[in-house]
């Protein structure tokens, strides 16, 4: 007997909005990885990424936003509002689901420290934001071990395509990579104002985490 769409539309849709989150957090960690590296040499692009990098981590939250709270809806899954916000109380692979949860929670309070970060100083929110890492890991964690797709042949080759770059960025960011003697002062940040940027030239530095500014 054909199933139709429409009976399992909600299902449809938080599996959609999972693929794109998860497409778009890597996009973002790759990102935030390439800035804190300084492995992009074009001055130009250096200069645009800070934005596409905040934009694409927006899309990303909105994503797993979109991915959780369609959920409601599934009348397979029954999650309800306890399901989708307690960790690990979910009775669908409630391991997976709960890296999930928590992957979440981590974008959602960390993505946005970005706005927090005069208040908080640098030195904190760098240390804060480099956890966003976690994000992505958890993320691929929830997709493999509760994803739908997570079997599938198409998903583990974006997350391979994706994966390698990021582990190798990831290693080039524990090894130093970047922080050489020319690189020792801090490149001031492009969504600064420019007043402040006279005020407090090299002040700012570029971000060195690898994801979402709220974004990532």
Known sequence: MRVEPIHYIWW?????????ALGMVSV?????????TRIVSSPSLRRRLPRLHEHVALVALSAIALHGLSLLGDSWLHAGWRGLLIPFDLHYRPLYTGLGIIAGYLAALLGPSFYLRRRIGTA???????????????????????????????MRAVLLLTGAPIVFLVLL????????????????SITSSSTDARSRSAADPVLSASAPRASS
């Open 12 to 20: 449809l849709v938080s599996r959609s909005a999972g693929v794109v």
């Open 28 to 36: 973002s960690v790759l990102i935030g990885l390439a800035m804190a």
């Open 124 to 154: 904190l929110w760098r240390r804060l934001h480099r956890a966003t890492v976690a994000v992505w890991i958890l993320g691929v964690v929830h997709t493999l071990g509760a994803g739908t797709d997570g079997a599938a042949l198409w």
């Open 173 to 188: 960011r524990v090894l130093g990579y970047g922080r050489s003697a020319g690189s020792t002062q801090p490149a001031r």
